[in-house]
């Protein structure tokens, strides 16, 4: 199944330095010539902000997963896979636009696109941004690596395609479990302000873990909102990669 271990910091060589951009960085950037007057309802500058994520669907158990959202009133952002997920489920993705989601990619066959050619890379992208665009009717601007794995080729094919990459702060590894509690322990161990968590959707111990995981942090005053509320009044750049 897809792995999304630990964010890697450097390529798979050891050689390649990888420059992220922190949410309050992009934030900064915009600041000094953007009106200060919040961003739909909430503005990051201000509140506590946390982004939620979901890696590698849809799946079948993404219906419940929207039922929750809606139900606690929290926005997420979706990186979807294209072959088995996307071609599998349009009803689900289109749902998730309409519901006020951020719809994103994860490629279309979860490739690691470090070990692939320059034109499997770009086949990969543009595949699921295709697909999301004929069902959306909005092309993405965000993408997820594979494994968090990339490196300055692939920068260059997500600036050439107008897409922003977007890492994470928080994983809890739910790949590895189907503990619900372990789950929700090893997110609100690593919760903190403008981070944003990792979750997969098609995994069976995850969207149990959710509505606990919204609660708790809610508790402790976190906003969720989706990756590009996160980072207003900026905007994400293309061939960026983003990490709290």
């Known amino acids: ?7 890697l910091v450097l390529a798979s060589s050891g050689c390649t330095r990888l420059d992220t ?10 600041a000094s010539v953007a009106v200060r007057a919040g961003f739909g309802a909430v503005d990051c500058r201000e509140a506590k902000c946390i982004a939620l994520t979901f890696d590698a669907g ?4 993404s219906a419940r997963l929207l039922d929750i959202l809606k139900e606690k009133q929290v926005p997420a952002t979706f990186f979807l896979l294209g072959k088995r997920h996307i071609e599998k489920y349009p009803e689900l993705v289109e749902r998730m636009a309409a519901e006020g989601h951020e719809v994103a990619s994860h490629t279309w066959d979860h490739k690691i696109l470090t070990r692939i050619t320059p034109a499997q890379i770009r086949d990969e992208l543009v595949r699921t941004d295709d697909a999301i665009e004929r069902i959306t009717g909005k092309r ?6 594979p494994q968090g794995r990339t490196d300055d080729e692939v920068h260059k094919i997500c600036r050439e395609l107008g897409l922003s990459e977007v890492l994470w702060s928080v994983t809890a590894k739910d790949y590895a479990t189907t503990d619900s509690a372990l789950i929700t322990k090893r997110v ?9 968590i990792l979750l997969h959707d098609l ?6 873990a959710v509505p606990g995981i919204i609660d708790a942090l809610k508790e402790r005053g976190y906003v969720f909102v989706t990756v590009p ?4 009044p900026g905007k994400a750049e293309p ?3 983003y990490r709290p």
């Open 21 to 30: 951009t922190a949410p309050a960085a992009a934030r900064a950037e915009a």
């Open 188 to 196: 609100l161990a690593q919760a903190s302000r403008d981070g944003i």
């Open 1 to 7: 199944m897809f792995v999304a271990g630990v964010v």
């Open 140 to 145: 993405p601007t965000l993408m997820r690596p």
């Open 203 to 208: 995994y069976d111990g995850t969207v149990p």
């Open 229 to 232: 509320q996160l980072l207003a």
């Open 58 to 61: 849809p799946s079948e158990n």
């Open 239 to 241: 061939g960026k990669v």
